[in-house]
C-alpha cells in the first residue's frame, strides 16, 4: 500500500479544475480525479483546524469535542497506529509556516517528521518543499508499503504572489473581459433591438414624429388710459378727494357705493 495525501490548508474547491474551475488550471488534479474519485458532498462538522486534524487522524464525528489528548494515542481510533500494526511506514512533510501549523497532537506517532519551511528568501513558498522532496523520496524507497502526508498552507493568507504569475493572470482577466464586452455589443437587448454594429432595415425605420407648430399669440397691449371712476359714481366717488380718479376705491364698503365705478 503506498499513499499520498496533499492536505492544501486554504484551498477553495472552486479553485480546482475537478469540481468545475476552468479559470485556474490545475492538470495534474484533473488527471487524478479522472483516474480516481471525487468526493463533492463533503461538508466538515467543526470548523476548528485542530479538530479537523483529529478526524483525519480518529475518523470520528468532532461533535461533540473528542478531547485532545486522547484523540490521537488511543490504538483503537489512530489511523497511524492501525497502519504501524500492519507494517505501513508513516511521513509527514510539512511545508507550512509555524503559525499555521496544526494542533500539537496531530504531529505525535508518525515514523518520520520533515520540515520544509518557506523560507522569505526563495521566490516561491514550494522552493523549499521541492528542496526536501528527494529526501523523503529516498526513505520511501526503503519501504514496501508507506503513507505520505504533505501539509502545504501557500494558500492562507497573508499572500504573497510572484509578479509573473500574478501578471499572467490579469491579463487573462483583461483578455475575457474585452471578450466579454465584444460580446455584449454584438448581443440584441431584451427589446430585441438590432446590434449596434448592424444597420437597421430602412424599411422598417419608423417614420420620424411630425414637429408640432404652435399658433402665433398676439401680444396683448397694455391698456393706454387704465379705467378710472367717473366723478358722476353713484357711491359718491367725486366726494373723496383722497381716491378720486384711482379704479377701485380703497375700501369696497364706501356707503352708497352702487356696484359700477363707470
Known amino acids: 500500500m503506498r499513499i499520498i495525501v496533499f492536505a492544501l490548508r486554504g484551498c477553495p474547491v472552486a479553485a480546482l479544475g475537478p469540481y468545475g474551475n476552468e479559470w485556474i488550471a490545475t492538470p495534474n488534479l484533473d488527471r487524478f480525479a479522472a483516474e480516481g474519485v471525487v468526493f463533492d458532498a463533503h461538508v466538515s462538522d467543526c470548523p476548528d483546524p485542530a479538530a479537523a486534524g483529529r478526524a483525519w487522524r480518529t475518523g470520528r464525528h ?10 490521537s494515542t488511543s490504538p483503537a481510533n489512530d489511523l497511524l497506529a492501525v497502519l504501524k500494526a500492519r507494517s505501513v511506514r508513516t511521513y509527514l512533510l510539512r511545508n507550512t509556516r509555524e503559525a499555521n501549523d496544526a494542533h500539537a497532537d496531530f504531529y505525535v506517532g508518525w515514523d518520520e517528521l520533515f ?9 516561491s513558498p514550494a522552493d523549499a ?11 520511501l524507497a526503503e519501504s514496501a508499503d508507506w ?12 499572500w504573497v504572489v510572484r509578479q509573473d504569475v500574478f501578471d499572467v493572470y490579469v491579463e487573462d482577466l483583461l483578455e475575457d473581459d474585452s ?6 455589443s454584438d448581443e440584441p437587448d431584451e427589446a430585441g433591438d438590432e446590434p449596434a454594429d448592424v444597420e437597421p432595415d430602412p424599411e422598417f425605420d419608423e417614420e420620424p414624429e411630425p414637429e408640432i407648430e404652435e399658433p402665433e399669440v398676439e401680444p396683448v397691449q397694455p391698456w393706454a388710459d387704465p379705467p378710472r ?26 356707503r352708497g357705493w352702487g356696484g359700477r365705478c363707470w
Request: some cysteine; aromatic content about 6%.
Open 179 to 184: 471578450e466579454q464586452a465584444a460580446e455584449d
Open 129 to 139: 518543499l521541492f528542496r526536501a522532496l528527494p529526501a523523503v523520496l529516498d526513505r
Open 147 to 158: 503513507l505520505l502526508w504533505i501539509e502545504i498552507d501557500h494558500l492562507l493568507p497573508p
Open 229 to 254: 371712476c367717473r366723478r358722476s359714481c353713484p357711491g359718491g366717488c367725486s366726494r373723496s378727494p383722497s381716491w378720486r380718479g384711482s379704479a377701485w376705491p380703497p375700501n369696497a364698503a364706501v
Open 62 to 71: 468532532q461533535v461533540p469535542p473528542i478531547d485532545p489528548g486522547t484523540a
Open 115 to 123: 520540515d520544509a519551511r518557506p523560507d522569505p528568501a526563495d521566490r
